[in-house]
């Protein structure tokens, strides 16, 4: 595949991922957030799972994995896809894109904590800068009430969501030494699936087919575009080009989401919003600009360490 095509095609899920934020709106209006996804992933997880088999020719995880890959589904799927839908629901898009595009701000807090990467004062520095656009985005919130009176409720719910999405990679990273990113996003979202299933026996809640002809129309788009789509072709999109310059493609998840919510549902742009905003990609690339040093520092020392057990290094 050219690179071109490859960019292409990043830049087609960047379009597709920033339409869903409307798109979802027509699904929550009628399903609960629990129950949209609920419907949504147990339809993909099975058909993800016999794409991976085509593929890979191999479904197996190790029942030791089973845990860790239990908490990523509940993170990943069950948690951030309900907040997802929550915040769609009672927020504007343009607000709940902002907070969620949030989420490398808190991969780069989590991942010290879990050791997997160095502390940096620069990475934190990064940080405040994207919380200091939320906070504006936050306060701008007060020109949404006409449309969405609960506007505040849904941005908490995006931010929540976007915590939880930064978790995501965290926990997936020993996964990911182990299986390919298709293997994992299948079995996570057929045990999202699962987790979803029980908790609406749990609450429950009423699960009906006498929709509207628009909820169905989201919960297809979800389906075919935004998971089986979209997550498939960016994680092959990301091996080819990179995690950094896959990155600058989500920067402008949140302009699609805004100006295709301006377009469909006459959501007004504030100036409040593109300030933070601004604040927001500003944090998230000086927090990316210290990750990409570690990791450079990584590699370096990979490579140094290898040269010196090189026995022909030796003889040198």
């Not at 969620?100 to 620069?122: G, H, N, V």
């Not at 805004?258 to 300030?275: C, D, K, R, Y």
Request: charged share 10%.
């Amino acid at each position: 595949m050219k690179k071109w095509t490859t960019e292409l095609l990043l830049l087609s899920v960047v379009i597709i991922w920033g339409i869903n934020y409307t798109a979802n709106k027509y699904g929550v209006s009628q399903l609960s957030p629990t129950v949209f996804n609920a419907v949504r992933f147990t339809v993909t997880a099975p058909i993800l799972l016999v794409l991976t088999w085509l593929v890979e020719h191999s479904v197996r995880i190790r029942k030791r994995d089973l845990w860790l890959l239990s908490l990523v589904s509940i993170v990943g799927i069950a948690l951030y896809q309900t907040l997802f839908s929550a915040s769609v629901e009672y927020t504007s898009a343009t607000n709940a894109s902002l907070l969620i595009a949030m989420s490398p701000i808190f991969s780069c807090i989590f991942s010290p904590l879990a050791k997997q990467e160095k502390f940096l004062w620069k990475q934190q520095a990064g940080s405040l800068i994207a919380f200091l656009g939320a906070a504006i985005v936050l306060l701008s919130g007060h020109h949404t009430e006409d449309m969405y009176p609960h506007a505040m409720v849904g941005d908490i719910f995006g931010f929540l969501a976007s915590v939880s999405w930064g978790w995501y990679p965290v926990l997936t990273t020993p996964l990911l030494r182990q299986y390919s990113s298709l293997r994992i996003i299948a079995w996570t979202s057929l045990m999202g699936a699962v987790f979803l299933l029980v908790l609406i026996w749990v609450t429950g809640q009423p699960i009906t087919f006498q929709l509207p002809a628009l909820t169905y129309v989201s919960l297809l788009y979800s389906i075919l575009f935004v998971t089986m789509y979209g997550l498939v072709i960016w994680y092959q999109g990301v091996g080819k080009v990179g995690t950094t310059k896959a990155m600058l493609y989500m920067y402008l998840v949140p302009v699609v989401a805004a100006v295709f919510a301006a377009s469909v549902n006459h959501e007004p742009i504030h100036f409040g919003q593109v300030l933070g905003g601004i604040l927001i990609v500003l944090g998230i690339t000086y927090v990316k600009g210290g990750h990409d040093a570690i990791m450079r520092g990584i590699r370096h020392r990979r490579r140094s360490s290898a040269i010196e057990r090189d026995p022909r290094h030796e003889e040198m």
